[in-house]
């Protein structure tokens, strides 16, 4: 059985980012803005962003094409920005 892994990232009150391309099907996070930052996860294969209990939860397909919850990122410091 595979292990979940969910980071929670930030739980300081700095400002980041959080990039979700729906076509694609990537998620990247920032720092802080995507303009003047390092990139902390660089995700491939992510069919959602879900939000659950004050976090946005990154969903990532596993080997057998099952979303597993990977990254959690608080939303009261987490810019969140789709692009098509």
């Known amino acids: 059985m595979k292990k979940k892994c969910i980071f929670v990232l930030n739980k300081k009150k700095h400002m980041q980012t959080l990039l979700f391309n729906t076509t694609t099907k990537t998620v990247k996070t920032y720092e802080g803005n995507r303009e003047e930052s390092n990139i902390i996860f660089n995700l ?3 069919p959602t962003v879900k939000i659950r209990d004050g976090f946005y ?8 094409d099952t979303p597993l919850p990977v990254l959690r990122l608080p939303i009261s410091n987490t810019n969140m920005i789709i692009e098509k």
Do not use: L
């Not at 939860?57 to 057998?64: A, G, H, N, R």
């Open 57 to 64: 939860e990154v969903m990532q397909k596993d080997y057998d």
């Open 44 to 46: 491939n294969n992510v």
